[in-house]
């Protein structure tokens, strides 16, 4: 489901933590050991649904053999009121794996919620969502995921992915010039450059450029940036954007758009579990 990403070492953490060394004492108290029911996943929110098949091998992992109808999928958009997916299985098991499983599609479905508007606030444009590396740690991989299903397109996933040269590389480095040239000299492709003014644009090219993430430029400004490229590389807005700004950014011509609100700020979920 999601490439290079362990599910199985995942959920055994996550339980792990949530368990600790004994267990749901809670439900071992309450709960006869032979007891099953059935419990139905519905959001409460209008959603993009991401992460069901995690919260499916959470319940699986404590119950193999459960029973589990899926009654949406990963990238759907849901209504309010929604089922989202059926379980029937050991009730003691089922408790257990719940808050990790519902934690998990809360966090994700928020970010896949969240891309999808952003998505839809620049639809019929030209523009390309993408997202960031402004992901929590140990949860890129489900993040990016998450953004996916709401539509963006991925960024680099690590440093090694990809090169991008920022503000601080070109003050070490003493100036976007020489910043770019030491990246051709050793070999890299695809170099991506952050410029934050008019000015560093043509020095940028000429040392041979990529890509140009054009940094906190108002609408007005990447115009005239996008102006002065011609069309010579595929450039990024990146900075400042949000649900009232993108539309008016993604008019301006520009290829793609970054936005790491759509990892860094996203609201849960309202998704519940309701058993009966």
């Known amino acids: ?156 996933m690590r440093l090694d992915d990809g090169v991008m040269i920022k503000d601080n590389h070109i003050a070490v480095a003493g100036g976007v010039e020489p910043a770019v040239r030491a990246a051709k000299a050793a070999g890299l492709r695809n170099v991506v450059v952050e410029v934050d003014s008019i000015d560093q644009i043509a020095p940028a090219l000429a040392a041979g450029a990529d890509r140009l993430l054009l940094d906190n430029m108002p609408p007005s400004l990447l115009r005239a940036a996008l102006k002065i490229i011609g069309g010579r590389v595929p450039t990024e807005a990146s900075g400042g954007v949000n649900l009232q700004t993108i539309r008016a950014i993604a008019e301006t011509g520009v290829t793609y758009i970054s936005v790491g609100r759509i990892t860094q700020s996203a609201p849960a979920a309202d998704i519940g579990l309701d058993f009966g």
């Not at 257990?96 to 891309?115: C, D, K, P, W």
């Not at 508007?117 to 969502?129: C, H, M, N, W």
């Open 1 to 156: 489901m999601i490439a290079d990403f362990d599910i199985d070492a995942f959920v055994r953490g996550t339980l792990a933590e949530d368990m600790g060394e004994g267990g749901d004492r809670t439900s071992a108290a309450v709960i006869p050991a032979d007891a099953v029911l059935t419990a139905v996943m519905d959001t409460r929110d209008a959603v993009t649904v991401a992460g069901l098949p995690l919260a499916a091998a959470f319940f699986r992992a404590l119950d193999a053999d459960c029973v589990i109808e899926m009654l949406a999928r990963d990238g759907n958009k849901a209504a309010a009121g929604t089922a989202l997916m059926r379980i029937t299985g050991n009730a003691r098991a089922l408790l257990t794996a719940e808050r990790s499983a519902l934690n998990t599609v809360q966090h994700l479905t928020g970010i896949a919620t969240l891309t999808r508007q952003y998505v839809e606030a620049i639809a019929g444009t030209k523009a390309i969502l993408l997202d960031t590396r402004k992901t929590l740690p140990g949860l890129r991989l489900l993040e990016k995921y998450a953004t996916r299903m709401g539509g963006a397109t991925n960024h680099r």
